[in-house]
């Protein structure tokens, strides 16, 4: 079974710094998607930012990015310039594309902290 | 796009008591759904999720069910609640329009066990 581990239950950046939260999966699948869901105090879940596996090219969204590193089944995530909207839980996500059932696991997720 | 509408917003029960959480979908046909749940120090742990109509995969829970008697509607369900059902519960849609399309969130239930 697949599972989606984030090392890193808390981290704090300064605000305008860069901060990378880390993700590691497990699986024995070549084809699959991952995502980054943010959610704030509000508690809505938000989609940061998704990959491909079969693509080699990182995402990109404004000052989001990841580093997809698929040999190592490593999908961190990057924020530049971090600004205080930036505080919030951030979860890891993982979607097989090769199984009809549409399973969608998380991680335990990042809670991040800017510090002003 | 898609709207997820979930209701209660926040519940209190009392241990023993019987649980019914609806989640209903709009703008999109034939969707994924999800149930989540939330709780302190576990992050999201998928609950049950729905391909289709009647078609219920059930991933954790012992005492918790779901059923989706409608293509847009999805019931989270409890004959009697624990104390360990407190949490946020979260309903999710993924609509079919590609094999990249994320998920998309309902606001949260909070459920309280007292």
């Known amino acids: 079974a697949q599972t989606v581990t984030q090392s890193q239950p808390e981290m704090s950046v300064q605000e305008a710094e860069t901060v990378t939260l880390s993700c590691t999966y497990d699986?024995?699948?070549?084809?699959?998607?991952l995502f980054w869901y943010k959610q704030p105090p509000s508690r809505q879940m938000i989609l940061v930012i998704r990959?491909?596996?079969?693509?080699?090219q990182n995402a990109t969204e404004n000052r989001f990015s990841v580093n997809f590193q698929k040999a190592a089944k490593s999908f961190s995530l990057k924020i530049s310039d971090s600004q205080l909207g930036d505080a919030a839980m951030y979860f890891c996500?993982?979607?097989?594309?090769?199984?009809?059932?549409?399973?969608?696991?998380f991680g335990k997720g990042t809670r991040l902290h800017i510090l002003p | 796009s898609q709207t997820i509408h979930q209701w209660p917003a926040t519940l209190v029960q009392p241990v023993g008591s019987p649980l019914s959480l609806e989640c209903t979908v709009e703008?999109?046909?034939?969707?994924?759904l999800y149930w989540y749940r939330q709780a302190a120090g576990r992050g999201l742990q998928l609950l049950f999720y729905s391909v289709g109509i009647g078609q219920i995969s059930s991933e954790v829970p012992q005492n918790l069910s779901a059923s989706r008697p409608q293509d847009r509607q999805f019931i989270l369900s409890s004959k009697k609640l624990l104390l360990s059902d407190s949490g946020f519960y979260l309903c999710?849609?993924?609509?079919?329009?590609?094999?990249?399309?994320?998920?998309?969130f309902g606001n949260g239930t909070r459920l309280t066990v007292t």
């Open positions: 990959q491909e596996a079969y693509k080699q």
């Open positions: 999710a849609c993924r609509p079919r329009t590609g094999e990249n399309s994320p998920l998309h």
């Open positions: 703008g999109t046909s034939n969707p994924n």
């Open positions: 699986t024995s699948e070549s084809d699959y998607y």
């Open positions: 996500a993982y979607r097989s594309a090769m199984n009809r059932d549409d399973k969608i696991i």
